[in-house]
């Protein structure tokens, strides 16, 4: 049985360090007061089935906590106290150190904690590290010096979750929806010189992957293109190489068709290598973040403008797919499944049904979702629906990132926007806490909820603020050069702050659990479903009534916890202890996702959510866990059209693994080994993480770089929906 300690590092548990600790804690109290040698060694043993009971790593925090229940459960007051003093002395001691010694521990790559905190990030090398220490000096001094202590006090127990702290400290904000057409069409700066519009396809690509770095550097979440953006410079390509050809031909008898099928070869062949650039470039490109940067590339045929772009885009989207289909090489030159970029292909009424015009490009899709577990779908039909801009217009766009929506927005010329958009930041609330506090009291619970979201509301405008006066110059390409806006050197962003330009996040996460603990069903149960409508409404509320307060765009945001899932499980059993089908796993439940152990199948499943989509305006996905696919394309096709008619946003989680050490391309298991979750493969017994290549969608995003013990815990849970 492993344990965690305070610097991060795993450590294996030793009953004879409480014993010890105990012994001195009695042998300081008075002599008629001390505890017997069975007591003390009775504790030690309560104390490790206690541990045993979690069923993951245990950190020493919540061991001291045990030792002083247990103290209390023999009426050892008088140790008890002096036990407490001794712990309250030592944690003065650690204040001075505990940064240096986090950032010690992770240099050495001990930190387990922080290691799998990203699974997209690789630990063990210098960039990521460098990242890290930075982001451990920024949580230092937002929780020191930028936070109220009441907010880092929520923040610490797992009441609230302040996101992305590893960057509060500067002015930074969270995702963008890149506005790529402007910065193609009317050129950039990137790095100080100027690019101008590109003269051709594969420039354009070139360019864009650039800009996808710089924007990366500049902001700590998402973002998202659109390949909309890219398609006119096919034609651009096309008039190019029509002159080349007519050059090369010049003065021979040539029919006309024939040029033309030459003209189309050699463009499909530049739209493969423009489309490979971007694959390519974006999977190997380190950012200042030290990781690939998180893109997302839209596709979506009835964003053009006319005819002849439909069919350009057309094109790039089917060479984008076939090339995710293929993969990407490992250093063994193994064909393997990337994380990015994540791809949205939107479903629509010329792709969805047999026989429409590009249904062709859904079956390519839904052949590489099979797969590679990419793309992900969104359905116009439902986003129309559901998008609506104040002049009663619908609205089909990307999300910024995996899930972060913007809200519908109209221009001072009455026009939609979505381009050039951001989040400011998230603050989440965890529900499960609130429910609990309650004592399933519903009166009580609706108390403390509004509590805790006056407390997310002050810790959101904390993040608001600190934005505030920020000026162009901090991050040129963002501010200044097209990405989100053209402002001025030296202008402040204040003005894209307000007035629902840009959004600000209110997250949940557990709503399974709150409602499962409030009134003993599942919140899928009719009875319990109309109490996790109502907490849902609530969110929505108090967002509205803080946007007309304040003309800043609150939004009720669906969290993709990855890390904080096992933070918030381990606060709550440590607050509340172990409470059958509540606190005892290693994680809580995503948003409003119906739990992962809960038996339900696809079409129930996504029906069901496709509510509580519509109550998180600021961003939600659902997915169905599915088995290998590739040879029941029927069935996918089946839950596209599904997914079309019922839901706006969804993807399909599948496997996509592969053992370098014996060349074993299935499913990488998850087994249990003393205490801790490994992944090994089921033919050569491999748990060497560096040669294993395990691919699993856990918060939108595809992960490659493993978790930690909750989020495994919460793989190995999952049932299949179809």
Same mark, same amino acid.
């Given at each position: 049985?492993?344990?965690?300690?305070?610097n991060?590092?795993?450590?294996?548990?030793?009953?004879?360090?409480?014993?010890?600790a105990?012994?001195?804690?009695s042998?300081?109290?008075?002599?008629?007061?001390?505890?017997?040698?069975s007591?003390?060694?009775?504790?030690?043993?309560?104390?490790?089935?206690?541990?045993?009971?979690m069923?993951?790593a245990?950190?020493?925090?919540?061991?001291?906590?045990?030792v002083? &229940?247990q103290?209390?459960?023999?009426?050892?007051?008088?140790?008890?106290?002096?036990?407490?003093?001794?712990?309250?002395v030592?944690?003065?001691?650690?204040?001075?150190?505990?940064?240096?010694?986090?950032?010690?521990?992770?240099?050495?790559?001990?930190?387990?904690?922080?290691?799998?905190?990203?699974s997209?990030?690789?630990p063990?090398?210098?960039?990521?590290?460098?990242?890290?220490m930075?982001?451990?000096?920024?949580?230092d001094?937002?929780?020191r010096?930028?936070l109220?202590?009441?907010?880092?006090?929520?923040?610490?127990?797992?009441?609230?979750?302040?996101h992305?702290?590893?960057?509060?400290?500067?002015?930074?904000?969270?995702?963008?929806?890149?506005?790529l057409?402007?910065?193609?069409?009317n050129?950039t700066?990137?790095?100080?010189?100027?690019?101008?519009?590109?003269?051709?396809?594969?420039?354009?690509?070139?360019?864009?992957?650039?800009?996808?770095?710089?924007?990366? *550097?500049?902001?700590?979440?998402?973002?998202?293109?659109?390949?909309?953006?890219?398609?006119?410079f096919?034609?651009?390509?096309?008039?190019?190489?029509?002159?080349?050809?007519?050059?090369?031909m010049?003065?021979?008898?040539?029919?006309?068709?024939?040029k033309?099928?030459?003209?189309?070869?050699?463009?499909?062949?530049?739209?493969?290598?423009?489309?490979?650039?971007i694959?390519?470039?974006?999977?190997?490109l380190?950012?200042t973040?030290?990781?690939?940067?998180?893109?997302?590339?839209?596709?979506?045929?009835?964003?053009?403008?006319?005819?002849?772009?439909?069919?350009?885009?057309?094109?790039?989207?089917?060479e984008?797919i076939?090339q995710?289909y293929?993969g990407v090489?490992?250093?063994?030159?193994?064909?393997?499944?990337?994380?990015?970029?994540?791809?949205?292909?939107?479903?629509?009424?010329?792709n969805?049904?047999?026989?429409?015009?590009f249904?062709?490009?859904?079956?390519?899709?839904?052949?590489?979702?099979?797969?590679r577990?990419?793309?992900?779908?969104?359905s116009?039909?439902?986003?129309?629906?559901?998008?609506? &801009?104040?002049n009663?217009?619908?609205?089909c766009?990307p999300?910024?990132?995996?899930?972060?929506?913007?809200?519908?927005?109209?221009?001072?010329?009455?026009?939609?926007?979505?381009?050039?958009?951001?989040n400011?930041g998230?603050v989440?609330?965890?529900?499960?806490?609130?429910?609990?506090?309650s004592?399933?009291?519903?009166?009580?619970?609706?108390?403390?909820?509004? @509590?805790?979201?006056?407390?997310?509301?002050?810790?959101?405008?904390v993040?608001?603020?600190?934005?505030?006066?920020?000026?162009? &110059?901090?991050?040129?390409?963002?501010?200044?050069?097209g990405a989100?806006?053209?402002?001025?050197?030296?202008?402040?962003?204040?003005?894209?702050?307000y007035?629902?330009?840009?959004?600000?996040?209110?997250?949940?996460?557990?709503l399974?659990?709150?409602?499962?603990?409030?009134?003993?069903?599942?919140?899928?149960?009719?009875?319990?479903?109309p109490?996790?409508?109502?907490?849902?409404?609530?969110l929505?509320?108090?967002?509205?009534?803080?946007?007309?307060?304040?003309?800043?765009?609150?939004?009720p945001?669906?969290?993709?916890?990855?890390?904080?899932?096992?933070?918030?499980?381990?606060?709550?059993?440590?607050?509340?202890?172990?409470?059958?089908?509540?606190?005892?796993?290693?994680?809580i439940?995503?948003?409003?996702?119906?739990?992962?152990?809960? @038996?339900?199948?696809?079409?129930?499943?996504?029906?069901?959510?496709?509510?509580?989509?519509?109550? *998180?305006?600021?961003?939600?996905?659902?997915?169905?866990?599915?088995?290998?696919m590739?040879?029941?394309l029927e069935?996918?096709m089946?839950?596209?059209?599904?997914i079309? &008619?019922n839901?706006?946003?969804?993807?399909?989680?599948?496997? *996509?693994?592969?053992? *370098?050490?014996?060349?074993y391309?299935?499913?990488?298991?998850?087994v249990e080994?003393?205490?801790?979750?490994?992944?090994?493969?089921?033919?050569?017994?491999?748990?060497?993480?560096?040669?294993?290549?395990?691919?699993?969608?856990?918060?939108?995003?595809?992960?490659?770089?493993?978790?930690?013990q909750?989020?495994?815990?919460?793989?190995r849970?999952?049932?299949?929906?179809?």
């Amino acid at each position: 049985m492993k344990i965690i300690k305070r610097n991060g590092a795993e450590a294996v548990f030793d009953r004879r360090k409480i014993k010890a600790a105990v012994q001195k804690a009695s042998d300081a109290a008075r002599e008629e007061v001390r505890l017997s040698d069975s007591q003390i060694t009775l504790i030690a043993l309560n104390v490790e089935a206690l541990c045993r009971q979690m069923n993951r790593a245990v950190g020493v925090e919540e061991i001291q906590d045990m030792v002083e &229940d247990q103290l209390m459960d023999q009426k050892a007051f008088d140790v008890a106290r002096g036990y407490i003093t001794y712990r309250y002395v030592q944690s003065l001691k650690r204040q001075s150190n505990t940064t240096d010694e986090r950032i010690l521990t992770l240099i050495e790559c001990n930190n387990e904690d922080i290691k799998q905190e990203n699974s997209n990030k690789n630990p063990t090398v210098n960039s990521v590290q460098r990242d890290y220490m930075a982001g451990e000096v920024s949580k230092d001094l937002t929780e020191r010096l930028l936070l109220p202590p009441d907010i880092v006090q929520a923040h610490k127990e797992g009441i609230i979750h302040f996101h992305d702290a590893d960057y509060f400290a500067q002015h930074m904000h969270n995702c963008d929806l890149v506005d790529l057409d402007d910065m193609l069409q009317n050129g950039t700066v990137i790095s100080g010189t100027l690019i101008e519009k590109p003269h051709s396809f594969s420039t354009a690509c070139n360019i864009a992957t650039q800009i996808i770095a710089q924007v990366a *550097s500049s902001q700590y979440g998402g973002q998202s293109i659109s390949l909309t953006h890219l398609a006119p410079f096919v034609d651009v390509s096309r008039k190019k190489l029509t002159a080349e050809v007519e050059e090369e031909m010049k003065g021979l008898d040539i029919p006309e068709e024939r040029k033309k099928e030459i003209v189309e070869r050699r463009l499909r062949a530049e739209v493969n290598r423009g489309v490979q650039t971007i694959q390519y470039q974006v999977v190997t490109l380190m950012t200042t973040n030290g990781q690939a940067p998180f893109i997302t590339v839209f596709m979506y045929l009835n964003e053009t403008k006319n005819e002849r772009e439909k069919e350009d885009l057309a094109l790039i989207i089917e060479e984008t797919i076939r090339q995710r289909y293929q993969g990407v090489k490992n250093e063994a030159g193994v064909w393997i499944t990337p994380a990015f970029p994540k791809l949205i292909y939107v479903l629509e009424e010329d792709n969805v049904r047999p026989g429409t015009r590009f249904y062709y490009l859904t079956e390519l899709a839904a052949k590489c979702t099979a797969r590679r577990m990419v793309p992900d779908y969104i359905s116009e039909k439902k986003m129309l629906e559901l998008k609506v &801009d104040k002049n009663g217009n619908g609205n089909c766009y990307p999300c910024m990132g995996c899930r972060s929506f913007l809200t519908p927005y109209v221009d001072e010329n009455g026009r939609p926007k979505y381009y050039g958009r951001f989040n400011q930041g998230v603050v989440t609330i965890n529900l499960v806490d609130a429910a609990l506090s309650s004592g399933g009291d519903m009166d009580a619970f609706w108390k403390i909820f509004e @509590e805790r979201l006056e407390l997310c509301h002050r810790a959101l405008r904390v993040r608001h603020e600190r934005l505030l006066g920020t000026k162009s &110059d901090a991050a040129p390409i963002l501010w200044q050069y097209g990405a989100l806006a053209r402002l001025k050197p030296g202008e402040t962003i204040d003005k894209l702050l307000y007035g629902g330009y840009s959004t600000i996040s209110l997250g949940y996460a557990g709503l399974y659990e709150c409602v499962k603990y409030m009134t003993g069903r599942s919140h899928t149960d009719e009875e319990a479903k109309p109490f996790a409508l109502a907490v849902m409404q609530k969110l929505n509320d108090k967002c509205k009534e803080w946007k007309a307060a304040e003309n800043i765009d609150y939004s009720p945001y669906g969290t993709p916890l990855e890390s904080t899932t096992y933070k918030f499980a381990r606060c709550l059993q440590r607050r509340f202890g172990i409470i059958p089908g509540i606190t005892d796993r290693g994680y809580i439940t995503n948003s409003y996702h119906v739990h992962v152990a809960e @038996e339900i199948d696809a079409f129930t499943k996504l029906k069901f959510e496709s509510e509580f989509q519509q109550l *998180s305006p600021g961003g939600a996905i659902s997915y169905v866990e599915v088995p290998n696919m590739q040879d029941n394309l029927e069935a996918i096709m089946s839950l596209l059209q599904f997914i079309y &008619d019922n839901i706006m946003y969804a993807e399909l989680n599948t496997k *996509s693994d592969y053992c *370098s050490c014996c060349g074993y391309d299935g499913e990488i298991r998850i087994v249990e080994d003393d205490g801790k979750l490994v992944w090994e493969c089921p033919k050569c017994g491999n748990r060497d993480q560096r040669m294993l290549h395990v691919a699993r969608r856990t918060c939108g995003y595809i992960g490659t770089q493993f978790w930690n013990q909750g989020r495994t815990q919460e793989i190995r849970d999952r049932v299949l929906h179809l």
